[in-house]
C-alpha cells in the first residue's frame, strides 16, 4: 500500500513537473491568448484599444521622414441631428456609442478635433475592419501596375494553395464584393464562431494563411448574395501579396503610408508567421485616417499626383455587391467599401466597435470616429441602425461645415 501511495504521489508529482514545464515554454502563448479573450472588457476596452501591440504579434511601419501637417482652422461643431424624425443631441450620441476621437475635415482642412475617454491624439487606434478598405487600394494598385491581370481572374490563378478550399476558382471580383460564397460565422460575441477562432489562431502564432485554406464549407454559388465574411479580406490579401512579391505592411507602407505623409507611427498586426491581419490590425493616428479619408474623397489623389488610380478610387466605392442576405442590412457594399441608404456622394470604412472613416464627395468633407463601443450590436438588428444613426450624424456634421 505504501509502493503504491508512493508512486501515485512521484505520478503526480511529475505530471505537475510536466505542467510547469508546458506552462513555462507556452507562457507568452497563455498569456497573449488570456489578453485576447478579456480584450473586450468593460475596464480594459478603451486601453486595449490604443495599445493592441501590447496583446497581438505585430509590426511597425518604416519611419517617414516627410510629415504632412494638416491644416488647422476649428469651429464649433452642430450640436443636433436628425434620425428617424426626431431631434437628438450629438454630444449624447458621443457618448452612448463610447467615441474616443471624432475629427472634421472640410476642403482639405482640419476643423474639429475631439478625444474622449482619457484618450489622447497620439494614440495609435486600432482599425478593425477600417483596415478592409486599406486592402482594397493596394489591390486598386496592384491591378494598375499589371501584377493582377484582371479582377474576374479566379483567386486560386495567383494563390494554388486555396484550391482544396472554399475559394477554388472564385473570381477576385466576389471576394472583393464579399460575395464570395463561403460559410463563415462573423458572430462576435460567440465563442465558437469562425471570427472568434481565427481570433485565437491570431493570438497564439498560428497561420492566417493555413486558416483561410482551411475553410470549405460555403452557402452557394460566388457571385450570387453578399455575406459579410471578413476572411475574404484575408484572401484579398493573399491574392495581392502572391502577385506582387511582397508583403501587405510594405504594399501599404510603399503605395499609401509613404506617399500622405503621416504625422504619427503606425503598425499591422500579424499572426506567428508575419503575415499581416489584412481584415482589421492596422493601427494608426485618427489624423492619418482622415488622410486616407481625404485620399479618396480627392479620388485617389494627394497634392496632385495620383497615389490611387483614379478608376479604382471611382469603381470601388460604389455599391456594386449583390444584395445581402441579411434582411435588416439595408446598406450598399463595394470594393470593401460600405455605401449608405440613400447615398449622395458618400461612402465609408467602418469597424467593428465603432470605427468610421466617413466621405462625403458633394460636402467636400471627410468624418473620422472611433470608439470603443461594447453595445454596438445592441440595437437588435446586429447594429444596422447603430450604423444608421451613425451616418445621420456624419450627415447633419457635413452639412453644417458645407453651408457655412
Do not use: C
Amino acid at each position: 500500500m505504501k509502493k503504491i501511495i508512493k508512486y501515485s504521489l512521484g505520478s503526480i508529482g511529475a505530471l505537475l513537473l510536466v505542467a510547469i514545464v508546458v506552462a513555462l515554454i507556452y507562457r507568452e502563448d497563455l498569456v497573449r491568448l488570456n489578453n485576447v479573450l478579456s480584450l473586450f472588457d468593460e475596464d480594459k476596452i478603451v486601453t486595449n484599444f490604443s495599445g493592441m501591440k501590447n496583446v497581438f504579434f505585430h509590426q511597425d511601419f518604416k519611419s517617414i521622414e516627410k510629415s504632412t501637417k494638416w491644416k488647422e482652422n476649428f469651429s464649433n461643431m452642430p450640436t443636433q441631428y436628425t434620425h428617424e424624425k426626431e431631434t437628438k443631441k450629438i454630444s449624447a450620441f458621443l457618448e452612448k456609442t463610447k467615441t474616443t476621437s471624432l475629427l472634421v475635415i472640410h476642403d482639405g482642412v482640419l476643423v474639429s478635433e475631439q478625444y474622449y475617454l482619457g484618450t489622447k491624439k497620439e494614440d495609435l487606434r486600432i482599425s478593425w475592419s477600417m483596415a478592409k478598405s486599406f486592402s482594397s487600394a493596394v489591390m486598386g494598385i496592384a491591378v494598375e501596375a499589371g501584377h493582377i491581370e484582371s479582377i474576374d481572374d479566379p483567386v486560386t490563378k495567383y494563390v494554388p494553395s486555396l484550391k482544396k478550399s472554399a475559394y477554388n476558382d472564385v473570381p477576385i471580383r466576389d471576394v472583393l464584393n464579399m460575395s464570395s460564397g463561403v460559410d463563415f460565422d462573423e458572430d462576435y460575441l460567440a465563442f465558437s464562431s469562425d471570427i472568434n477562432k481565427m481570433g485565437r489562431v491570431l493570438a497564439l502564432g498560428g497561420s492566417m494563411d493555413e486558416f483561410a485554406a482551411s475553410i470549405t464549407a460555403t452557402i452557394g454559388k460566388s457571385g450570387q448574395a453578399r455575406q459579410y465574411t471578413s476572411i475574404d479580406t484575408h484572401v484579398i490579401a493573399m491574392v495581392v501579396r502572391a502577385a506582387t512579391n511582397k508583403t501587405l505592411s510594405e504594399l501599404i507602407e510603399e503605395g499609401i503610408w509613404s506617399k500622405i505623409g503621416p504625422e504619427g507611427k503606425g503598425y499591422f498586426l500579424t499572426d506567428g508567421h508575419g503575415v499581416a491581419f489584412a481584415l482589421g490590425g492596422l493601427n494608426m493616428q485618427s489624423r492619418d485616417y482622415a488622410k486616407f479619408g481625404l485620399l479618396f474623397l480627392n479620388e485617389g489623389m494627394w497634392e496632385g499626383k495620383q497615389v490611387i488610380p483614379k478608376s479604382w478610387a471611382l469603381e470601388s466605392v460604389k455599391a456594386s455587391a449583390p444584395p445581402s442576405t441579411d434582411k435588416n442590412d439595408k446598406f450598399g457594399y463595394g470594393y470593401q467599401w460600405w455605401v449608405p441608404v440613400n447615398p449622395d456622394q458618400e461612402f465609408y470604412a467602418i469597424g467593428v466597435y465603432g470605427q468610421y472613416i466617413y466621405i462625403n464627395r458633394k460636402t467636400n468633407v471627410v468624418v473620422v470616429k472611433t470608439s470603443a463601443h461594447r453595445g454596438f450590436r445592441d440595437d437588435g438588428q446586429h447594429g444596422n441602425l447603430v450604423e444608421q444613426e451613425t451616418i445621420e450624424m456624419f450627415r447633419a456634421i457635413s452639412q453644417h461645415y458645407s453651408s457655412r
